[in-house]
């Protein structure tokens, strides 16, 4: 119990600021929006459901009974048009895509340093940047038409066309995934993944992922500036369908960890201690393996090759709570969405906007080197 009140507390806390920092970072550009314009913007644009209405559709003799929900906003603050503007379509959808990436790349960092029992392992310790930047880098350099027209009975002609940024993304989350499954079975021998192996594996893979990259960039021509882009890692051009899928599929991946989060902690005192206290080890390895995966392959299949998020943020939070996976991982997680949305921030506030990659490198690397230096760097 006490505990669940400690995560219960730190992450209020924690989720309060990264509230705070989204309200701030939505005001910040070449229009200045005061926070509580932003806020005011924000709540105006909260509806909840006022009523159903019920009617027909379709056309012809074929008429079916249509429902359509009625909407409307509890509140009516006074704001100008052009912010509005300005927050709901341009800010908001670029800064919830980065809490929602970072919260993913920071949450799968956390569950790979306890996984591997190594502090300095991350999400890409198993094949998955590498995999999404092949997927990614090979559509931009070969794109395929992803536009088809499917005739179905009352509706006629549906176009299901993708658009050239849903396929990269498309694309990048097949590679993540098919990188880190290669990984684990490659690793796995009669049943059972020795973490030594999987690691072995990793680098490997890594390795030869790299050089796959490396000849597509020589192939890459005009493209070449766009894969250094993705490469880079970006958030511009976030649209609202983005951040929907991503507030679909993170969540129920992150609650699947947290489900682990006491199984997690007893991997720690080592395989065989674990089997003799009652865990299914090679299950639950293979769930977090598959969970990471996924999560991971969500954040970067929009958001490019971000480094230094799901390595930094555990480590930093692991000295502040503790080793203990039920605090650890969400509190790690909301501060990896929101030192993500500042440093977007900070990469889209100067005079030229900055690759969101190079920003997390740079103000995550010295920070680093400053823990090492002066602390102690335990084995988990």
Do not use: C
């Not at 006074?78 to 949450?107: E, K, Q, T, W, Y």
């Not at 340093?113 to 094949?127: H, K, L, V």
């Not at 889209?348 to 920003?359: F, Y």
């Amino acid at each position: 119990m006490r505990v669940r009140r400690r995560a219960v507390a730190w992450s209020t806390a924690l989720a309060a600021a990264l509230a705070g920092v989204v309200v701030v970072s939505a005001g910040i550009g070449p229009v200045r929006i005061p926070p509580a314009e932003v806020l005011k913007v924000v709540l105006n644009a909260a509806v909840v459901p006022a009523g159903v209405e019920f009617g027909a559709a379709g056309a012809g003799p074929i008429a079916l009974p249509g429902v359509e929900f009625a909407y409307r906003s509890p509140f009516a603050f006074p704001v100008d048009d052009v912010h509005r503007r300005i927050v709901l379509l341009v800010r908001l959808p670029r800064i919830l895509l980065a809490a929602l990436v970072g919260f993913s790349l920071a949450a799968a960092g956390t569950v790979m340093q306890g996984f591997f029992r190594n502090p300095m392992a991350d999400p890409s310790i198993i094949g998955v940047s590498s995999g999404a930047a092949v997927g990614a880098v090979a559509f931009i350099v070969f794109p395929v038409a992803l536009s088809t027209t499917l005739t179905l009975p009352l509706l006629g002609a549906v176009d299901l066309g993708l658009s050239y940024g849903a396929g990269v993304s498309l694309f990048a989350f097949i590679g993540a995934l098919l990188a880190a499954f290669g990984v684990y079975a490659i690793a796995t021998r009669h049943g059972r993944t020795p973490v030594a192996t999987l690691l072995l594996a990793g680098v490997a893979v890594q390795t030869f992922l790299g050089a796959v990259i490396s000849y597509l960039q020589l192939r890459a021509g005009e493209s070449l500036r766009r894969i250094v882009a993705w490469l880079m890692g970006h958030l511009s051009g976030a649209a609202w369908s983005e951040v929907a899928i991503a507030a679909l599929v993170v969540p129920p991946l992150f609650a699947v960890l947290l489900a682990y989060a006491r199984d997690l902690n007893v991997l720690l005192l080592g395989e065989e201690e674990a089997r003799g206290l009652g865990i299914d080890v090679e299950r639950t390895k293979r769930v977090l393996l598959a969970t990471s995966a996924l999560i991971t392959a969500a954040g970067v299949a929009f958001a490019g090759v971000i480094g230094f998020v799901g390595l930094i943020v555990p480590h930093m939070l692991r000295l502040v709570v503790g080793p203990d996976h039920r605090v650890l991982l969400p509190t790690a997680a909301l501060s990896g969405g929101a030192f993500l949305v500042a440093a977007d921030t900070a990469a889209r506030s100067g005079t030229a906007e900055l690759p969101v990659g190079v920003v997390t490198a740079a103000v995550g690397a010295p920070f680093f080197v400053y823990l090492l230096v002066n602390r102690e760097v335990y084995e988990l």
